[in-house]
């Protein structure tokens, strides 16, 4: 039997007509892009409408900026990156839209507060938030501009490695005039503006450990001794795990953010095992982190008081388990039906439109709301590990894998700590929670999982037509018996 050829499509005969082009899924996502805007639009309504306020031109403000910045978005998918996933993007567009509209909730609920106590409104946040919609979405045109084939990547691996550690770590080394908000030494205040560098350096480091296991996959594919079943590594091939999981603690140590510290081991866990297909780096990786928690919780306060907020958060209720304890509350208010867009009490909870917006989102829309908005996270992770399959190169893979699951890992996290099944990390909801940083970086993320997909998509060339010699002036082709 020939041996299969792997460089594409035979080649076109002579006056044989060329079939037809594979569809690209932009109309598709068009559509669902408008779906999208309608869905958002009606909600609007319904927010201020259960607030008993007239429609105010706002509603008409946030609607043509909405549809406007997503067109924009969709034009450039469709220019630069045809063949990408058409659901990702709208995936993306309505858990954005669906933001907008509890930030804005919550804008006219604290305004009706300071009109109860005749005091000064607070500042609306809704517009700083499309301020960040439009950035974040420079920055996705930004990527698919300049980054035409994702492969590229690969050649800035250590680059890429040295500045998120940067990124990562420069925070926790500042002074905390600098740093330091509501007790996390997370932040770059530079004036009036404040970013998380950890937001970037989570996909700079997600490039780095794609590039340097694919360079290393023989080294981390080599086995050491079995036990129970398992093919363990060599004690020296460790090391890289060893280095990731130290660095995760010293920004548990140093900048008192269990999230970050959870999510960047936990990305270079998954990645280990895409890489090398060994269940026994998962096992090896948890026993690190289980051991490093429980170090972690006699040496450091701030771990202690999460965990004991999580186990317990009416024991001090009105003290450190308020946050969490009225957002238990508000989920049990909103049961399965919830209370309605704009007939809630959201406001209660503090930082209702940051960290616990999912607690918001859950009194208003109760259970089956959320789970209406999980199964859009659920598409939109699944379909950016559709494309870490369906692309053909080893770093592409890799890079896509981290990239959906960084998202998948950060929802479970967000999540859980919301609903008490694990301790709160001070996360955000992907495209969900107010905020600049991880907005805009999260788009950027978009943008280099949509160009994979396309890679993934794009048909393969087509080699030129040749003519067919004559059998007697055919080369020798070697061939592979059955």
């Known amino acids: ?34 779906f999208a805007a309608t869905l958002v639009t009606s909600a609007l309504v319904l927010v201020e409408a259960n607030q008993e306020q007239q429609l105010t031109q706002s509603l008409l403000y946030l609607g043509a900026a909405y549809l406007g910045l997503f067109t924009v978005a969709h034009l450039a998918v469709r220019k630069w990156a045809p063949y990408a996933d058409p659901l990702i993007l709208p995936s993306v567009a309505l858990l954005n839209g669906l933001g907008l509209v509890m930030i804005h909730r919550l804008d006219l609920a604290g305004a009706d507060k300071a009109a109860q106590l005749g005091s000064t409104a607070p500042t609306e946040l809704i517009g700083r938030q499309v301020a960040w919609t439009t950035i974040g979405l420079a920055l996705f045109i930004g990527v698919l501009f300049l980054v035409r084939d994702h492969r590229t990547l690969s050649r800035y691996t250590y680059t890429a490695g040295f500045a998120g550690l940067i990124l990562l770590a420069l925070p926790g080394l500042l002074p905390s005039s600098l740093s330091e908000v509501n007790g996390a030494k997370i932040w770059l205040r530079l004036g009036v503006l404040s970013i998380q560098p950890g937001e970037f350096a989570k996909i700079l480091l997600i490039t780095f450990f794609a590039g340097f296991l694919v360079q290393k996959r023989a080294l981390f594919s080599t086995a050491g001794r079995t036990f129970l079943g398992m093919e363990l590594p060599r004690a020296r091939d460790l090391a890289p795990l060893l280095l990731a999981w130290g660095f995760s603690v010293g920004v548990l140590v140093l900048e008192r953010d269990l999230g970050t510290s959870l999510l960047f081991f936990g990305i270079v866990l998954v990645l280990l095992y895409a890489a090398t297909e060994r269940i026994s780096w998962l096992l090896i990786g948890l026993s690190f982190f289980v051991g490093g928690g429980l170090i972690a919780y006699q040496l450091f306060g701030h771990v202690r008081v999460r965990v004991q907020i999580w186990l317990d958060p009416f024991a001090d209720f009105n003290g450190t388990g308020y946050q969490i304890g009225q957002a238990l509350f508000g989920l049990g208010t909103g049961g399965v039906g919830g209370t309605g867009l704009g007939a809630g009490r959201p406001d209660l909870v503090p930082f209702a439109e940051s960290d616990f917006i999912w607690s918001s989102l859950g009194e208003e829309l109760g259970l089956i709301g959320l789970a209406a908005v999980l199964l859009i996270y659920l598409v939109l992770v699944t379909r950016g590990l559709r494309s870490a399959l369906a692309v053909r190169d080893s770093f592409g893979k890799l890079l896509a894998t981290g990239l959906a699951f960084a998202v998948a890992l950060q929802i479970f996290v967000v999540i859980g700590g919301v609903t008490k099944l694990i301790p709160l990390t001070g996360l955000t909801m992907p495209f969900l929670s107010y905020g600049g940083s991880s907005l805009v970086a999260n788009y950027a993320l978009i943008a280099l999982l949509l160009r994979i997909s396309n890679a993934a998509r794009a048909p393969l060339p087509r080699r030129p037509a040749q003519p067919q010699a004559p059998i007697a002036e055919a080369n020798t082709e070697l061939v592979q018996r059955p």
């Open 1 to 34: 039997m020939a041996a299969p050829d792997q460089s594409g499509p035979e080649p076109q005969a002579p006056g044989k007509p060329s079939p037809p082009p594979l569809p690209t899924g932009r109309g598709i996502e068009l559509l669902l892009l408008a």
